[in-house]
C-alpha cells in the first residue's frame, strides 16, 4: 500500500468510529479508546479526522492524545507488559523483578525489543497490592512474581 | 442436590492463578464423571489464602484455600466436595480469624456469590435501600446520608450529605452522579474488589444518589488498568438496565435514573475530582480551580455529585438499615466502617473492614500478622502515594480521619503499605517526587517544576553534597508545594517526603556516613 493508500485508509476507518461515539456525552476519550483498538496505536492521520469530526482545533486533539500516558503513537510489540513499579510492589522488591526482566528482554522500559515481539512498561498500580509484586501481561494479571514466573514470561514473549 | 463450588474470579485471585485452578477442577470433574456446578464469585478479600475455593455443603460453605492445580487431584480424593479434611481446608469462611474479626457493611456480600446474579443480591438484602429511598423525598434521603455521618472514602473525608444537600439545593435541567473509580494510590484495590464482586451495590448507590439530588445520569469512571472491573461494571449495567434497576422509571417509580461506564486513559491526577470531570468531557486531565466546586458547576457545567465508589457503595446499607444503624460504629467524628487495605511486605494482606478507631499497631502487628519476610517492620505508608510514611513509635494512632491529621499524615483511601528495614526511606522520598513528576498534569509551578527540584536535590543528598543545606532546601520547597498547589498531587507530595526525614533522619545522613555506621 502507498503512504498515500494507507493514510486514505485510516481516515476512513477513524470517521467510522466518529460516525458511530459522536452522539456520546463527552465522546473524545471513548473514540481514541476505539481507535487505539483498531490500529493499535493512534496514527498521526487520525488526528485531523477527529478535529474535523467533533469540530475541534487539531492542537486540542493532540493536546488531549499527548495527555495520556495510554495512547501510543506507534504500534506497541506482540506482546505487552506492564511491570508495577508503585510502592506496594517496590515492598516487595519491584526494583529487582523490573532488573531482572530488563536484562533478560535486553530492553529498557518504554521500548520495544528489536524482533517486535514486547513492549516493557512501567505501571503504577494494577490494584493486586496484596499480591506484589505484581505485572500484567496482554490484559491478564499476574501476581508474587519470582524467578519462576518471570522466566515464564519471559518464555512466553519470545515463543 | 449438585454439588456447588465457587471460585474467585476477582483479578486478586486470577493473578495468584485461579484459572488454573478453575480449569483443572473441571477437568478432574470430567474425568471422574462427578456432576458439580461451578460458580465464579468475587474475592472475600483475604489475598493471602486466595485462590481461595469454597464448596457448599449441608452445614454450609467450606473453604480450601491457597489452591494451587497441583492440589486438585488430592482434595477429590479428600472428599472436598462434601468438605472432607485436606491441607488447605479451612472451615467455615466467615469463621476463618482475618474475616471473623470484620465488621462488613459496605462489603458484606463481596465475594459470596455470582457478582453478576441480580437475585443473589437481591437475596442478600440488596436494593432494599433503593426501594426505601424511591418511597421518600429527595430531602429526607438527603437527611439520612448526612445523619449517618458517612465522609467521603475517596481520601478527602468530605461529608456525603452535604455535598449532595448543595446538588440538591443547585438548580438545573441536567444534573449528573460521578464515580470517581479512578482507583490509582498503591495499596488500594477496594474499589476494585467492589465493582468486580458486587457491582449491583455501586450501581444501587449511585440510583440513590440521583433520586435524592435530582440527577438522572450517571457516570462511573474507571481506570484503564482494571479491565476486570470494566467488564464486570459494563455486564451489570446491562443487566440493571433490563431489570429495570435503572431506566425511566427506577423499580418501577416516576423517577429516571441511567449510567455509562467509562475508561481513563492512565494518568493517575484523574483520580483528582476535577481533573476527571475533564476528562469525562473528553479533556486534557487537567486540575479545575475551585470555586466554583462541582456541586454547583461539574460535569459539562452541571451541578454535579462527586463520590468515590466506597462512599457511593456505602450509601445502599445506610437507607436500608438507618443513619444511626451506621453512625453506631467508629469513633469521634469518623463514623461507620472503613474498608482497610493490607498491602506490601505483610504475612497476611487483604481487604479488612471495620468500624474506625484500630490503632495502627494492631492493623500491622495482629491483622496483618508483621512482614511477609519476617524482617523488622521499618516504616508504613498509610493512604497511598500521598500519604506520610509512619514508624512504630507511631503505632498508637487511632485509624481516624481527625488522630492521623494531629500526627501529619492522613488515611487518604484506607490503604497502607508495609515495609521491612531493608527499606530506604531517601530512596522512598526520592520516589515521591518523581511519581509527582511523572504524573502532575502541569497546570501549577510548585507541583510541575517542584517535583522536579525535589527530585534533584534529593539526588544531592543521596550523593552527601551539602547535605544539611539540600535537606533545609526540601523542606522549604515541601513548604511551597504544600501551600501553593492546587490539588492534593502537589499539596499531598510533601507527606512521604517530610514524613521520611522526620523520622527517619538516619537514612539521610551523608553517603560517607552512612556507610561508616553500617
Redesign the interface.
Known amino acids: 500500500m502507498t503512504m498515500q493508500a494507507a493514510s486514505t485508509e485510516i481516515a476512513s476507518r477513524t470517521a467510522a468510529i466518529i460516525d458511530e461515539m459522536k452522539g456520546l456525552e463527552g465522546p473524545l476519550l471513548p473514540i481514541l479508546h476505539s481507535i487505539q483498538e483498531e490500529f493499535g496505536h493512534v496514527p498521526k492521520d487520525a488526528l485531523p479526522v477527529i478535529a474535523d469530526g467533533l469540530n475541534l482545533s487539531r492542537a486540542e486533539v493532540h493536546g488531549v492524545v499527548s495527555f495520556y500516558h495510554d495512547f501510543r503513537a506507534k504500534p506497541a510489540g506482540r506482546h505487552v507488559l506492564k511491570l508495577c513499579q508503585a510502592e506496594a510492589c517496590q515492598s516487595m522488591g519491584s526494583d529487582a523483578v523490573a532488573a531482572k526482566v530488563k536484562q533478560l528482554l535486553g530492553i529498557d522500559f518504554h521500548e520495544t525489543a528489536r524482533d517486535g515481539s514486547v513492549t516493557l512498561e512501567p505501571v503504577y498500580c494494577l490494584g493486586l497490592c496484596a499480591c506484589s509484586p505484581s505485572a500484567m501481561l496482554d490484559g491478564e494479571v499476574i501476581g508474587r512474581l519470582d524467578d519462576e514466573k518471570i522466566e515464564e514470561i519471559v518464555a512466553e514473549v519470545r515463543s | 442436590m449438585i454439588p456447588r463450588i465457587y471460585i474467585p474470579a476477582d ?2 485471585a ?3 492463578g485461579a484459572e488454573k485452578v478453575a480449569k483443572a477442577i473441571e477437568k478432574e470433574l470430567q474425568e471422574r464423571g462427578v456432576e458439580a456446578k461451578i460458580v465464579r464469585n468475587g474475592s472475600r478479600g483475604a ?2 489464602l ?1 485462590p481461595m475455593v469454597e464448596v457448599a455443603t449441608d452445614k454450609g460453605r467450606v473453604a480450601y484455600g491457597p489452591v494451587k492445580p497441583s492440589d486438585i487431584k488430592s482434595l477429590f480424593d479428600s472428599g472436598f466436595l462434601t468438605g472432607g479434611h485436606h491441607k488447605r481446608w479451612l472451615g467455615a469462611p466467615d469463621k476463618i480469624p482475618f474475616l471473623a474479626k470484620q465488621t462488613r457493611l459496605t462489603f458484606a456480600r463481596c465475594g459470596i456469590n455470582d457478582p453478576l446474579s441480580l437475585d443473589a443480591y437481591k437475596s442478600l438484602g440488596g436494593l432494599r435501600g433503593l426501594q426505601n429511598a424511591v418511597a421518600m423525598a429527595p430531602a429526607d434521603v438527603v437527611k439520612q446520608v448526612t445523619e449517618s455521618g458517612l465522609r467521603g472514602r475517596g481520601g478527602a473525608g468530605f461529608p456525603t450529605g452535604i455535598k449532595w444537600k448543595t446538588v440538591l439545593d443547585t438548580a438545573g435541567a441536567q444534573k449528573y452522579i460521578v464515580c470517581n473509580a479512578d ?7 477496594a ?2 474488589m467492589i465493582m468486580e464482586g458486587d457491582p449491583f451495590v455501586l450501581i444501587e448507590g449511585m440510583a440513590i444518589a440521583g433520586i435524592a439530588t435530582g440527577a438522572t ?1 450517571g457516570f462511573v469512571y474507571i481506570r ?5 472491573a470494566v467488564a464486570t461494571m459494563n455486564k451489570a449495567v446491562a443487566i440493571a438496565r433490563k431489570a429495570g434497576v435503572l431506566g425511566l422509571n427506577v423499580l418501577g417509580s416516576p423517577n429516571a435514573f441511567d449510567m ?1 461506564i ?7 491526577v484523574c483520580g483528582e475530582e476535577t481533573s476527571l470531570l475533564n ?8 486540575v479545575r480551580a475551585k470555586p466554583p466546586l462541582p456541586a454547583i458547576q461539574g460535569l ?1 457545567g452541571k451541578p454535579t455529585v462527586i463520590n468515590n465508589v466506597i462512599s457511593l457503595a456505602s450509601v445502599p446499607i445506610i437507607m436500608d438499615k438507618g443513619a444511626a444503624y451506621y453512625k453506631d460504629f467508629g469513633m469521634g467524628r469518623s463514623r461507620g466502617t472503613i474498608p482497610i ?6 504475612k497476611q ?3 479488612f473492614e471495620t468500624a474506625f478507631g484500630l490503632t495502627l499497631g494492631e492493623i500491622v502487628d495482629d491483622i496483618a500478622g508483621g512482614t ?1 519476610s519476617g524482617r523488622p517492620v521499618k516504616a508504613v ?1 498509610v493512604g ?2 500521598l500519604g506520610a510514611y509512619f514508624p512504630r513509635a507511631l503505632f498508637d494512632t487511632p485509624f481516624d480521619y481527625e488522630e492521623f491529621a494531629k500526627r501529619d499524615g492522613l488515611i487518604g483511601h484506607a ?1 497502607i ?4 528495614d531493608t ?1 530506604d526511606m531517601l530512596k ?1 522520598a526520592r ?1 515521591a517526587m518523581e ?1 509527582c513528576a ?2 502532575s ?1 502541569g497546570k501549577c509551578t510548585p507541583c510541575r517544576i517542584g517535583s522536579t527540584r525535589g527530585v534533584e536535590v534529593l539526588d544531592k543528598v543521596a550523593a552527601g553534597i551539602e547535605a544539611e543545606k539540600n535537606l533545609a532546601l526540601v523542606t522549604d520547597l515541601c513548604n511551597t508545594m504544600k501551600f501553593g498547589s492546587l490539588c492534593a498531587l502537589g499539596g499531598f507530595t510533601p507527606y512521604p517526603v517530610m514524613s521520611s526525614i522526620t523520622h527517619f533522619p538516619e537514612d539521610f545522613k551523608p553517603a560517607p556516613a552512612r556507610v561508616a555506621a553500617e
Do not use: M, W
Open positions: 483479578s486478586g486470577l493473578a495468584l489475598y493471602f486466595e482507583e490509582g494510590d498503591s495499596a488500594t484495590f474499589d476494585r445520569k484503564s488498568e482494571y479491565p476486570h455509562e467509562r475508561v481513563g486513559a492512565g494518568a493517575y476528562s469525562l468531557e473528553g479533556k486534557r486531565g487537567v459539562f487495605q493490607i498491602a506490601g511486605n505483610v494482606g487483604g481487604l511477609a505508608q497511598g502515594p490503604g503499605t508495609v515495609f521491612d527499606a522512598q520516589f511519581f511523572i504524573e498534569c
